[in-house]
């Protein structure tokens, strides 16, 4: 398993394979919903790691929700996208 250097200023992009029809389906799902494709995965690794991860894969999923909170304190958060009307 790879982590992530504890001294990185930014989190690591990730890449995995999709076709293009399931990502515009799913964008335009997330945008009519009200979030991002981005917030919507992480919420759903969350879910994944606390319903079936390890004492340790739980660790670890809330050492990333640390370094997400500091993180984001540190850039006064993220704010969202405004989409043009």
Known sequence: MTTQNPDAAHTTTRKFRVPDPFWDAYGTVCARLGFERSEDLLNHIR???REHGTAEEVALLEQGERELAERRARKGGRPR???AE
């Open 47 to 49: 879910t994944v790691v």
């Open 81 to 83: 996208k405004q989409t």
